[in-house]
């Protein structure tokens, strides 16, 4: 068990690495004199992007733009700091399906072998189990806090933040049943990787601890994080990457 737990929490690790990776690479690129995600900024790395593709990702329809017909017109929007993280593994037409495979972003690789110095500098620094504790304790606290602000901050991004809230936590049969089958994806997620940490970390004191106890509480912070995450992607989905339709 104990060797399967370390396989399963390395690879949960590996897996949430990438969540301090890719705002490092918005980090280091918001330090250049213009951000590469703005109107100006874009015309660096967007080199397929046609006049019309930077208006619109800008947010401009102006009268050129717009058809001169009445019917009702469709423009899918894309907001540019997610295209220029796509353009970070490839240079291709980022409005097209692609369909080349997979590829490798170097600046993502960097990042992430960043973290992980970062994370073993840390524990070589606080290599007694009490400070280490006290730097994780304060670090969760300041995590949970910092995401309890971002998900305030995006529920106010709808008009009525009621209604978003009630759409999430209650979806229509059609969203309910296209998401089911990764609901245990989620659950195994949660607990089993919180039940595997306590085991492991119980191992050192011969298991005299709250195994089951400190187990839930695990699951269920896990849970509400991922809640939490699921729902600014949701605010986020809806309410910037959707389809908006003018009527000319």
């Not at 524990?123 to 994780?136: G, H």
């Not at 191992?203 to 601890?209: A, C, D, M, P, Y």
């Amino acid at each position: 068990i104990g060797y399967i737990s370390l396989a399963v929490n390395l690879g949960a690790l590996t897996y949430y690495s990438v969540f301090a990776a890719v705002p490092l690479v918005y980090l280091f690129h918001s330090m250049r004199p213009t951000l590469p995600w703005s109107c100006e900024g874009l015309k660096s790395w967007s080199y397929n992007f046609t006049e019309n593709d930077v208006r619109h990702l800008c947010h401009i329809l102006s009268n050129e733009t717009l058809p001169k017909n009445d019917f009702t017109w469709f423009v899918t929007h894309e907001i540019p700091s997610n295209l220029f993280l796509k353009s970070r593994f490839n240079h291709m037409e980022l409005f097209e399906p692609n369909t080349e495979g997979f590829f490798i972003s170097w600046e993502v690789l960097l990042c992430t072998l960043l973290t992980w110095t970062l994370i073993t500098g840390l524990f070589y620094k606080y290599n007694s189990l009490e400070k280490l504790s006290n730097v994780l304790r304060y670090g969760i606290f300041s995590t949970f806090v910092l995401l309890l602000i971002a998900v305030i901050r995006f529920a106010l991004v709808p008009k009525d933040p009621l209604n978003s809230i009630y759409d999430f936590f209650i979806p229509s049969w059609d969203t309910f049943l296209n998401g089911f089958p990764t609901v245990g994806i989620f659950v195994i997620s949660a607990y089993g990787v919180g039940w595997g940490t306590i085991i492991s970390l119980a191992s050192f004191n011969k298991f005299k601890t709250k195994l089951i106890q400190n187990s839930w509480t695990i699951c269920v912070g896990q849970m509400l994080i991922f809640l939490s995450f699921a729902y600014i992607v949701y605010v986020t989905d809806n309410y910037y990457d959707g389809e908006f339709s003018i009527d000319v």
